[in-house]
């Protein structure tokens, strides 16, 4: 994940600070030096680093320490205020046309995900707004840019709009809108040919399609692998066509996302979405204050609060919050809850986005057990539907049947029961309020 390094090493910077009753100059000198320096080597801008390292040093010593307050909290929390200024402060949206369509122009080099991210875009209307877009084939000097557009369009079931002979984008991208305007598509997207580096043919031809199309948005792709650089692509851009956003791609690759921290400061145009794998599922929006408390080591609760809520039913948690209560939580919820928290994604990246668990070292070597969920499982959907909602009346030639059912051994399907039980009887004095019930776990 993108920020390892930086949020070691900003936490360790800022641990020192923490445990002290008084904080003195030298100390905030010393854990800004600290964070310069981790700054600079994640590849964030020379010029935004000095901007916020002037900026907490005259925050953290303008300051007059309060006494209720733990003068190293403060320090953090100045840090994470700039960290979240630097990146934009709040998070931004597309803009909207008063009428339809709502049209959207990709720019971006080659390679930077920009075909990929129009149909990561496609969904993400479809999902949040229900929309019904119209894609429109711009990358014509690359064929195989077309037909993995259309392929994106198939899966979606979004139609493509494209012309094999046309060798005019424009062209192209006008006969495109017609047809949306035909169809009443309220979305337009219109993807574009990247070169390798920015070249005057290139700009000329985007701007000849942005006074065709005049669009709503134009997103600038860019890719957060390519670290300092990608503030110089995103200049270029920006200079040529007036972006109105970015998006990040490759978020979820092991860089070091300076391009991230630096690009809204050295460009001001804010980042509005992230891409973060090669999935149509992968992309989420921008939160400035959520990302800076991620390198903070603070989690990404809301994130992962948020990819929580769109697959998963309010009502439905409610239920089964007032079942752990009476104690009858059965196997049938089990499951649920089992693929609702599988349905999140994997497991191993859900637990990073937890508060403190992002630099867990632990975490380092952590593989969750898919195998051992599907065996779970397994066992489960072994059972007939009264054992499943009564698990008291599993006696032994029960369990032998299932064991036989699910291709588990007996002693598993044992302690899957005798686990199962445990944490009904625990989640039940929990949601009574009986916390005690906590202090003989593990961890707790
Ligand atoms: P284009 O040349 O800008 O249209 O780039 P493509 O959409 O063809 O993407 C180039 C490569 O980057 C493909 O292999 C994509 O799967 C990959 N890619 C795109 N977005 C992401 C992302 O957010 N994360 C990762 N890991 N890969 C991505």
Not at 140 to 145: E, K, N, T, V
Not at 191 to 208: C, F, N, S
Not at 328 to 334: H, I, K, Q, R, Y
Not at 358 to 386: C, F, G, R, W
């Amino acid at each position: 994940m993108a920020f390892e390094n930086l949020s070691e090493r900003i936490q360790k910077a800022l641990k020192n600070l923490t445990g002290k009753g008084k904080i003195s100059e030298e100390d905030i000198n010393k854990a800004s030096r600290e964070i310069r320096l981790a700054l600079l080597e994640a590849d964030v801008n020379f010029k935004v680093v000095k901007d916020f390292i002037k900026k907490i040093k005259q925050e953290a010593l303008g300051k007059e320490v309060q006494e209720s307050l733990n003068p190293g909290q403060q320090v953090i929390k100045i840090v994470n205020e700039e960290l979240t200024k630097m990146m934009g402060e709040t998070a931004v949206g597309l803009n909207k046309s008063k009428h339809i369509p709502t049209i959207i122009m990709m720019v971006g080099l080659q390679g930077t995900g920009k075909t990929t991210t129009v149909g990561k875009l496609a969904y993400h209307l479809q999902q949040t707004e229900k929309a019904r877009p119209l894609l429109i084939a711009g990358d014509i000097y690359r064929p195989a840019a077309i037909d993995q557009l259309k392929q994106i369009g198939q899966q979606l079931d979004v139609p493509v709009f494209n012309e094999a002979d046309e060798k005019d984008v424009a062209k192209i991208v006008e006969d495109g809108l017609a047809e949306a305007d035909k169809n009443k598509n309220d979305y337009i997207i219109i993807d574009t040919a990247g070169r390798l580096e920015i070249d005057e043919p290139l700009m000329e031809e985007l701007e000849r399609v942005k006074e065709v199309a005049l669009p709503d948005n134009i997103l600038l792709v860019v890719d957060a692998m390519t670290g300092q650089a990608a503030t110089d692509v995103a200049k270029g851009f920006d200079e040529r066509l007036d972006v109105t956003g970015v998006i990040l791609t490759k978020l979820d690759g092991d860089t070091r996302g300076g391009a991230a921290l630096s690009i809204r400061a050295v460009t001001g145009k804010p980042i509005i979405y992230t891409g973060q794998g090669e999935k149509l599922t992968d992309l989420q929006d921008f939160h400035p204050d959520r990302m800076a408390s991620r390198i903070l080591g603070m989690g990404d609760m809301l994130t992962l609060i948020e990819k929580a809520q769109q697959d998963y039913d309010a009502k439905e948690a409610e239920k089964v919050a007032e079942k752990m209560k009476a104690n009858t939580f059965d196997f049938n919820d089990f499951i649920d809850q089992l693929e609702q928290v599988q349905k999140l994604g994997p497991l191993d990246q859900i637990m990073k986005m937890i508060p403190g668990m992002a630099n867990n070292p632990q975490l380092k070597n952590l593989s969750v057990d898919e195998k051992q969920i599907a065996h779970t499982k397994a066992i489960v959907y072994s059972m007939t539907e009264a054992e499943r909602e009564d698990p008291d009346i599993l006696n032994p030639s029960r369990r032998r049947r299932i064991a036989a059912g699910s291709g588990r051994p007996v002693v598993e399907v044992n302690r899957m029961i005798k686990q199962f039980k445990q944490a009904r009887d625990m989640m039940s004095k929990i949601t009574k309020g009986n916390t005690k019930a906590l202090q003989g776990m593990p961890g707790m």
